[in-house]
């Protein structure tokens, strides 16, 4: 039996690993319009930290889940290398304490959808021109 990496609160610190893994995501989504550049995202990150409940998995960081707590809405949610169950956990752990959770994710992004169908989340609302990329979107919730 594979050991789960330990899960924590980041701290801005964690920013340049963070934004790695997303820098890394956008480079291989073909279907996703030019993202920030690393140093971009890593500000974005940093600033972003404080502000929301923000958990790293692993260490060195292997992936990152980003809640905005008023709105029980996940902001972002990236691992290093998918299959693992370490977005599992990390889903699990916002999960905690929460009867309601929601998010948005890209129309194009299918194994996502796949991925939050199979954590209990459904498909209540399509944005077809997305909110602000370009990208047609779903918004998802879960209830417990």
């Known amino acids: 039996m594979i050991k789960m990496p330990n899960i924590r609160r980041a701290g801005a610190e964690d920013a340049p690993s963070c934004a790695a893994i997303v820098s890394n995501w956008l480079f ?8 920030p550049d690393l140093a971009e995202l890593t500000r974005i ?7 929301r409940e923000f958990w790293v998995i692993g260490e060195p960081v292997q992936g990152y889940v980003s809640l905005e707590i008023k709105k029980s809405q996940i902001h972002g949610l990236y691992v290093a290398e998918q299959g693992l169950g370490l977005g599992k956990a990390l889903v699990n752990k916002v999960k905690e304490g929460r009867d309601f959770l929601q ?12 991925f939050y169908h199979r954590e209990g989340f459904e498909t209540v609302e399509e944005l077809p021109e997305g909110r602000g990329d370009g990208v047609g979107e779903l918004r998802m919730e879960w209830h417990r």
């Open 103 to 114: 998010l948005y994710t890209h129309i194009p992004n299918e194994a996502a959808q796949r």
């Open 45 to 51: 990150l940093r600033k972003g930290i404080p502000l």
């Open 28 to 35: 291989w989504t073909r279907w996703i319009a030019n993202g």
